[in-house]
């Protein structure tokens, strides 16, 4: 079973999580203020998620290890859960290179 990607509109702001095959959320998107613009992010995702300089390897101020997918202009599209450990965060990354490039969009905006 493949990756998903499902749309979401909270609070009248669109964003979208990148679920891997089993379900769990592997990256959660910015916030956008139009449908379109959160489209245009799940693109950008699919693209740029087979980059390996696209990811941004960073840790929390409790020194958790996570990672920011960043577009082709630098500005973050994506962000990951905090993990345990940098090996973890290294399979996190590898999960959303394989995950994303063919990931069903499911829209439950509608």
Known sequence: MAGKIELKNSKGQ??????ASNGKIIL??????????A????????????????YERLESKKGEPYFVLKAKNNEPIGRSEMYSS??????????????APSAEIVDLTE
């Not at 669109?14 to 679920?19: A, D, E, S």
């Not at 959660?28 to 613009?37: D, H, I, L, P, V």
């Not at 940098?86 to 995950?99: D, H, P, R, T």
């Open 14 to 19: 669109f964003m979208f999580n990148l679920k």
């Open 28 to 37: 959660t998107s910015e916030r956008y203020t139009t449908k379109s613009g």
């Open 39 to 54: 489209m245009n992010g799940i693109e950008s995702v699919k693209k740029n998620s087979k980059l390996d300089g696209q």
């Open 86 to 99: 940098k090996s973890a965060i290294e399979n996190g990354i590898a999960s959303v290179k394989e995950n």
